[in-house]
């Protein structure tokens, strides 16, 4: 039998209900009762590192979770991480940066209703999640509602559906139905895990909508050391008839501020050179781009790459690298 390592942070599938709502309160070998036929699957040990909603996780906990799996790498066949939801995406998206190239499954899951809860998610979701963390899956990813989802594609996509997660960009990597997990393609790679056990939080971002005044980018930037803004279509920002917005970001970059722009729309990536604007500002202030990542993952690789970067040039060269 395999040896999984099963890592509790909180989250809703750990919840119940108290006077104050829903708070997370079932630890992981309470989870763990809830689903005797696991123990036919694998042989399982678990952490309980966090009683968190996960709206309280922040990068401190996912280095946690990182520094937890690299400690127990070589004795476990897989690891599986119980989180919330509502910044699983994010969990997922960190850990793929603080572990790159795992040849063992690193798996993340929640629910969208506590274990015990009438008709609730979590008991198969958290079976799906055991039935990868024995399968040949490698690397971060994101198991629920039956889809398994590279941890660097997911996104959190409705707040009550049990099917609440979906793969940008691409596909799922596969699926559990029924205990048996397929894959949509076999990855032969074979590679040696890296672990890093950093994150800096001087990430700041920006939604822009119609008529939004530039100085709020100042505002943005005060704590910051890289800008990511939130465009329109591939990556656009307005130009007012005066280039109040192109001025700005001018100012920013030339006080050291680095910034990224991303696209507010889920599909398609950003490409700023497909309009004028956004061309000519690209080239004059070496405007970064997102590219086709997700938001969350955007975010938390310009953490993962501040933190280990001593110039512009060690940022940018840590961002557009492929993990």
């Not at 039998?1 to 509790?8: C, D, E, P, S, Y």
């Amino acid at each position: 039998m395999k040896k999984i390592l099963f890592i509790a942070t909180g989250g809703t599938i750990a919840c119940k209900s108290t006077e104050h709502g829903l708070t997370p309160k079932m630890d992981g070998e309470q989870l763990l009762a809830a689903l005797p036929k696991i123990s036919e699957l694998c042989n399982v040990a678990v952490v309980q590192l966090f009683e968190l909603d996960s709206t309280n996780m922040t990068p401190n906990e996912w280095t946690k979770i990182a520094e937890v799996i690299q400690q127990g790498y070589s004795d476990y066949d897989g690891f599986i991480v119980a989180h919330g939801t509502d910044t699983l995406a994010y969990a997922a998206a960190a850990l793929s940066c603080l572990i790159q190239g795992a040849d063992k499954p690193i798996i993340l899951t929640g629910s969208q209703y506590p274990m015990g809860a009438d008709s609730s998610d979590a008991p198969q979701n958290l079976y799906d999640a055991f039935c990868a963390a024995c399968s040949e899956i490698k690397g971060v990813a994101v198991v629920f509602c039956g889809k398994i989802i590279d941890g660097r594609c997911a996104k959190k996509t409705h707040t009550r559906a049990l099917d609440a997660f979906s793969s940008m960009g691409k596909p799922p990597i596969g699926e559990v139905k029924n205990g048996v997990v397929t894959l949509s393609c076999e990855d032969s790679t074979d590679t040696v895990p890296i672990f890093f056990n950093r994150m800096s939080t001087g990430v700041s971002l920006v939604k822009l909508i119609p008529a939004l005044d530039p100085d709020i980018l100042d505002f943005a930037a005060q704590k910051s050391h890289v800008l990511i803004i939130e465009g329109f279509g591939t990556g656009g920002f307005p130009d007012y008839g005066n280039k109040e917005f192109e001025q700005k970001i001018a100012e920013l970059v030339l006080s050291g501020i680095i910034v990224i722009m991303h696209t507010q729309v889920h599909e398609g990536g950003c490409d700023m050179s497909l309009y004028e604007v956004g061309r000519d500002a690209q080239k004059k202030y070496h405007i970064l781009e997102a590219s086709r990542m997700t938001t969350e993952m955007a975010v938390m690789k310009a953490m993962w790459a501040l933190a280990y970067s001593y110039s512009r040039d060690d940022f940018e060269d840590l961002f557009t690298r492929t993990i």
